[in-house]
């Protein structure tokens, strides 16, 4: 079988759609005949070649650069325009395309009616392959057994899934739960190193005393669903208030949506120590070159020990059973929407029973403003 190509435009256009993050990657896949992991690839192809669009032809000097950066931002706001221009006027979604080809035309090749058409050659080949709702039934599944048994790992919630009906084998259950993104919570023996360039940082945290707002920041993902799939969600909190400094979802799990709730949180403040997991994107020179070089310490947990960064654990089971469970999100937009009026709530308004009974937003600005009353003291001293 001759193995399909698709086109620049096409891929930027997939891209471009990824990034905005308004649909999941298994609605795309469907929607563009486009298999889910291409679609990841594209994704962070782009984000990750963006920054070199800006730093390229440095030689020319610094008014070609300049000149360069202007012609780009140009660009891309002419982009932006005929994109939305695009999205309110294109009257024929790629279903209606597809079915306006005629294969015994006999005059007009199936390529040159794909060509007039503006759709992918490839796309007309290709049959979609339906989301499957079982599959989804059995992310709902585990994802709210693992909630309440994080300590479960494959054999468990395969065992458990078989108690409650389920027809599933250990590998399928594997599967699932590698592309959820979750494992099991527990000590594992080091047997092997990683092979990889990613940085290693301490656990800094064990016999800390923390007693102020900013002295330990700490992040962590975790899965949200979806009716026609599934995204991740990323947050800042604060330990000792318990305030989430920042949130953001994204359709793929990459570095780059943890970078753009990093920037947001240091908006508000800044921490003097950063904690989090051994996963990938908390391990990238992207991520930690953005905390060393605003001089942040950075704290990394064991690896399976998730009760180092217990604090943002306790956070998503908090979320998941006030807010996520309670509702069935039927789009990105609807689970952003949901979600920024559950965090408001969670830290203006809900009260924490290790916190006297107080929001968080109360004890981490009360805190934080009685420290820089201290400092100024210190300073006229």
Same mark, same amino acid.
Request: positive net charge; aromatic residues 12%.
């Given at each position: 079988?001759?193995?399909?190509?698709?086109?620049?435009?096409?891929?930027?256009?997939?891209?471009?759609?990824?990034?905005?993050?308004?649909?999941?990657?298994?609605?795309? &896949?469907?929607?563009?005949?486009?298999?889910?992991?291409?679609?990841?690839?594209w994704k962070k192809q782009?984000?990750?070649?963006?920054?070199?669009?800006?730093?390229?032809?440095?030689?020319?000097?610094?008014?070609?650069?300049?000149?360069?950066?202007?012609?780009?931002?140009?660009?891309?706001?002419?982009?932006?325009?005929?994109?939305d221009w695009l999205k309110?006027?294109?009257?024929?979604?790629?279903?209606?395309?597809?079915?306006?080809?005629?294969?015994?035309?006999?005059?007009?090749?199936?390529? #040159?009616?794909?060509?007039?058409?503006?759709?992918?050659?490839?796309?007309?080949?290709?049959?979609?392959?339906?989301?499957?709702?079982?599959?989804?039934?059995?992310?709902?599944?585990?994802?709210?057994?693992?909630?309440?048994?994080?300590?479960?790992?494959?054999? #468990?919630?395969?065992?458990?899934?078989?108690?409650?009906?389920?027809?599933?084998?250990?590998?399928?259950?594997?599967?699932?739960?590698?592309?959820?993104?979750?494992?099991?919570?527990?000590?594992?023996?080091?047997?092997?190193?990683?092979?990889?360039?990613?940085?290693?940082?301490?656990?800094?945290?064990?016999?800390?005393?923390?007693?102020?707002?900013?002295?330990?920041?700490?992040?962590?993902?975790?899965?949200? #669903?979806?009716?026609?799939?599934?995204?991740?969600?990323?947050?800042?909190?604060?330990?000792? &208030? #318990?305030?989430?400094?920042?949130?953001?979802? &994204?359709?793929?799990?990459?570095?780059?949506?943890?970078?753009?709730?990093?920037?947001?949180?240091?908006?508000?403040?800044?921490?003097?120590?950063?904690?989090?997991?051994?996963?990938?994107?908390?391990? &990238?020179?992207?991520?930690?070159?953005?905390?060393?070089?605003?001089?942040?310490?950075?704290?990394?947990?064991?690896?399976?020990?998730?009760?180092?960064?217990?604090?943002?654990?306790?956070?998503?089971?908090?979320?998941?059973?006030?807010?996520?469970?309670?509702?069935?999100?039927?789009?990105?937009?609807?689970?952003?929407?949901?979600?920024?009026?559950?965090?408001?709530?969670?830290?203006?308004?809900?009260?924490?029973?290790?916190?006297?009974?107080?929001?968080?937003?109360?004890?981490?600005?009360?805190?934080?403003?009685?420290?820089?009353?201290?400092k100024r003291r210190r300073?006229?001293?």
């Amino acid at each position: 079988m001759q193995r399909k190509r698709h086109g620049a435009d096409f891929k930027a256009k997939v891209a471009l759609e990824a990034i905005k993050g308004l649909k999941t990657v298994n609605e795309l &896949s469907s929607e563009y005949g486009v298999h889910a992991s291409q679609i990841n690839q594209w994704k962070k192809q782009v984000l990750d070649e963006l920054p070199g669009i800006f730093s390229s032809r440095r030689a020319q000097g610094r008014k070609d650069q300049e000149e360069l950066t202007a012609q780009l931002y140009q660009q891309i706001g002419q982009l932006k325009v005929e994109v939305d221009w695009l999205k309110k006027n294109l009257a024929l979604p790629l279903a209606n395309k597809r079915r306006l080809v005629e294969p015994e035309h006999p005059q007009l090749s199936i390529r #040159r009616q794909c060509e007039l058409l503006e759709l992918a050659r490839s796309s007309w080949y290709y049959e979609p392959v339906a989301i499957d709702p079982y599959e989804l039934h059995l992310m709902e599944r585990i994802d709210e057994q693992y909630t309440a048994t994080p300590f479960y790992g494959v054999r #468990r919630m395969t065992a458990w899934l078989r108690q409650q009906g389920e027809a599933v084998n250990h590998k399928r259950v594997a599967r699932i739960m590698r592309q959820m993104g979750i494992q099991a919570i527990y000590p594992k023996p080091r047997t092997t190193i990683a092979g990889d360039n990613a940085r290693r940082y301490p656990y800094l945290l064990r016999g800390l005393c923390i007693d102020r707002p900013d002295l330990v920041w700490s992040t962590d993902i975790t899965y949200i #669903r979806l009716a026609n799939g599934f995204v991740y969600l990323v947050a800042v909190m604060d330990w000792y &208030s #318990r305030y989430v400094l920042s949130w953001q979802l &994204s359709n793929t799990m990459d570095v780059h949506f943890c970078l753009v709730a990093l920037e947001e949180a240091l908006q508000v403040s800044q921490p003097t120590i950063f904690n989090s997991d051994q996963g990938s994107q908390f391990t &990238s020179l992207a991520f930690t070159g953005a905390l060393e070089g605003r001089a942040i310490q950075i704290s990394q947990d064991g690896k399976g020990r998730a009760f180092d960064n217990i604090f943002v654990e306790r956070l998503w089971r908090t979320v998941k059973y006030e807010e996520v469970y309670l509702k069935d999100y039927d789009s990105v937009s609807s689970a952003i929407e949901n979600l920024e009026r559950y965090f408001r709530f969670y830290n203006q308004e809900r009260l924490h029973q290790s916190l006297n009974y107080r929001p968080p937003a109360s004890v981490y600005f009360s805190k934080q403003e009685d420290s820089d009353v201290k400092k100024r003291r210190r300073e006229r001293k």
